[in-house]
C-alpha cells in the first residue's frame, strides 16, 4: 500500500496584520494564529505602527486564533520600549495573557470601541441634545 503525504493549507492559521489610522491612533488589527514561527510579523507591525506620527497603537487581537509564548514576549518588548499600546485580546489570547499576570502591566481592553473611546469624538446622537433658543 502507497501512502502519500499530502498538506492542506488553512489560511485561518495564517498570521495577518492590517493598519488603520483613526485620528492620533493607529489601529493593528491581527487574525489568525500568533506563534514561534510568525510572531516576528507581529513584531514588526508593532514597532511599524509605533514609529508612525500616533500618540497610541491599539492592538486588536480579537480575531487571533492561537496566541503562544512567542506573542507574549512582543507584548513585554513592546511594554519595555515604551510604546503606548492598547490590547484587545481575544478569548485565545486573554488567556495566556492572563495567566502569566500581564494583564497587571499592561492596557487591556475587552472590546475595540472601548479602547477607541477616550480618542473618538461623540456623535450627536450619543447623548441628549439642547434644543436651539
Not at 486564533?65 to 512567542?70: E, I, L, P, V
Not at 519595555?80 to 490590547?87: K, M, S, V
Not at 485565545?92 to 477607541?116: H, S
Amino acid at each position: 500500500m502507497n501512502r502519500r503525504r499530502s498538506s492542506i493549507s488553512n489560511p485561518s492559521r495564517e498570521l495577518v496584520t492590517t493598519f488603520e489610522t483613526i485620528g492620533a491612533v493607529i489601529v493593528l488589527s491581527a487574525s489568525g494564529e500568533v506563534d514561534m514561527t510568525s510572531a516576528h510579523i507581529l513584531s514588526d507591525a508593532v514597532f511599524t505602527a509605533s514609529a508612525t506620527d500616533t500618540s497610541t497603537v491599539v492592538l486588536d487581537l480579537s480575531r487571533v486564533t492561537f496566541f503562544g509564548s512567542a506573542g507574549l514576549s512582543v507584548l513585554i518588548q513592546a511594554s519595555d520600549a515604551d510604546i503606548p499600546l492598547r490590547i484587545v485580546p481575544s478569548s485565545q489570547a486573554r488567556r495566556p495573557i492572563e495567566v502569566t499576570g500581564l494583564d497587571r502591566a499592561l492596557d487591556i481592553y475587552p472590546t475595540l470601541a472601548e479602547a477607541l473611546a477616550e480618542f473618538t469624538v461623540p456623535s450627536i446622537s450619543d447623548g441628549p441634545c439642547t434644543p436651539m433658543p
